[in-house]
């Protein structure tokens, strides 16, 4: 397993090639840190804002193209790391997503003789003596593995009542590209730590962590099978989903073998038209379903991609019954909610659909993504605006938006934004990810699909729950008011006390920030002055007296480097 430490200087392994792909790993990012920090950061300080701006496209573009190039050429980790960035389209710029968003498509098959190897290791057994046929040509393949079709033979297909099937086997080699990968990552997340930039945003070595869980659970076979099964029974009475059987007796750790449920491509339009099947029915209900995992099961399929969903016609339907349903497949990548955050993301549905400023950012600090201490009243007012101006409009409408309004929201409430101390509770990059890949296929599906048509029905179920507890909820309401009641008297008689006495003493930490700062940024702009000072005279002096004038240049150094970095530990 992978050290966690970030400071680690070498990568887990002995061998060569892992070594010269972990390093290959921290060459690219430390060179692209190193970049933004001198245009985001450096630049600024000496009135260069300008520049950096209209170089942050050509920017992007350059890294997407330079982290694509990277990912195809390693494979492994760095193929999720490329999808995941594909998907961030609510935080990343679209020169970025659109280079990556095709990655997992272009990943290079291993050649069969390697599946069949590890294959019959897992197996124990040739392939020949498990399934009657095997196709050497793989249906998928992905970073962590790669599926072929196959069909059981006579015994297991008399055991299981199943004949076609997928087989399903990891990539050779792939716990130690993991381990390595992770290793880099967990590196280049430390260094973010120490970004202020980044740092007071998002903790990143806890991001690497999350991604770490999840990518060692989605190379463990097993716990995929097992939550085929368990997502199975959450919509056991469902007629809207279906899931593949999982044949267990021929399963293992990096052998999974499933029911061959292959059927249309949920965003393949034509073919769905060809099937009597109106996409634009498909949208709606496809949305409902992933509510649903997030909203009332608490267990939902988190890589919800085209790929990884079917429509499968059902032909013997009866009048009244749904002549189609949808097909999940691939449950390497789940999230979980707790009933905790489940509450705050219910709080969160309900005020985004009745366009609640105030009660939008309540949910979002029940959920954990605001600190406490965060002051919200800008919030709520540029969510309040937010909703009174896109509230409701679906993904055709917003494309018709007058770019010129995105960025007067933009220059209005980005700072404030940026500003505010946002995190990240666990499992909510996936709810993220889960949603944003929802909204994508469903628009694919129908380009005039609203998610709000879907989201305020949604909404108003929660909202007659939530009744439900009201009398619960007034109750505890009664007893925490009964309960400041009977402490208030105390308390007052110790705050007169204090009074008394000459000890209170009332405090402002922000004025006192505010004041901190400004006497660091004084002090930083006598180091420039100095700076620029020290410069200009040794340039003057070097021409009648060398000696002093480069001694003088070279002194500049220190008044430059405390101008630059003075209180950015703080």
Known sequence: MASTDPSASSPPVRDRAGRARYRRILRFASRHLAVTW??????????????????????????????HA???????????????????????????????????????PVPFAGIRALAEAELRRPLGQVFATVAETPIAAASLGQAHRATLGPADAADTGLTDVVLKVQRPGIDAVVDVDLAALRRVGGWLSHVRLVSDRVDAPALVEEFARTSLEEIDYLNEAANSARFAADFADDDRVSVPDVVWERTTRRVLV????????????????????????????????????????????????????????????????????????????????????????????????????????????????????????????????????????????????????????????????????FQLPEDFLLVLRAMTLTSGVASALDPAFNLWDSVEPYAAQLIRDERGNAVQDVTRRTLDAATVAVRLPG?????????????????????????????RTARRVVSAVLFAALLIAGAVLRSGDDVVGTVLMVTSAVPLLHALFAGRGR
Do not use: C
């Open 38 to 67: 001198w245009f985001e950061l450096v630049l600024p300080r000496f009135g260069l804002r300008g520049l950096a701006e209209r170089t942050r496209a050509r920017r992007m573009r350059r890294f997407a193209r330079g982290f």
């Open 70 to 108: 990277l990912a195809l050429d390693l494979g492994g980790l760095m193929i999720k790391v490329g999808q995941y960035l594909s998907s961030r389209l609510d935080v990343l710029p679209p020169e970025i997503t659109k280079e990556l968003e095709g990655l997992q498509d272009e990943v290079t």
């Open 258 to 421: 499933l029911d061959d449920v292959s059927a249309i491509k949920i965003t393949d339009v034509d073919a769905l038209a060809a099937a009597g099947i109106d996409p634009a029915e498909v949208a709606p209900v496809f949305a409902e379903v992933m509510f649903d995992q997030l909203f009332t099961h608490g267990f939902f399929h988190a890589d919800p991609h085209p790929g990884n969903i079917f429509v499968t016609p059902v032909p013997d339907a009866v009048d009244g019954q749904r002549p189609w349903k949808l097909t999940f497949i691939d449950f390497g990548m789940m999230g979980e909610v707790p009933a905790g955050t489940r509450t705050g993301l219910r709080k969160l549905l309900i005020a985004a659909a009745s366009r609640d400023g105030s009660g939008m950012v309540n949910a979002m600090r029940d959920l954990g993504v605001l600190l406490p201490s965060a002051d919200t009243l800008g919030l709520e007012r540029a969510v309040t605006a937010t909703f009174a101006r896109f509230g409701g409009m679906g993904f055709a409408e917003l494309r018709q938006v007058d770019p010129r309004e995105y960025r007067e929201f933009a220059g209005q409430f980005g700072d404030l934004i940026r500003s505010l101390p």
């Open 491 to 519: 308390r007052l008689d110790h705050l007169v006390t204090r009074l008394e006495d000459g000890t209170l003493e009332v405090g402002s930490p922000r004025i006192e920030r505010q004041l901190t700062r400004i006497e």
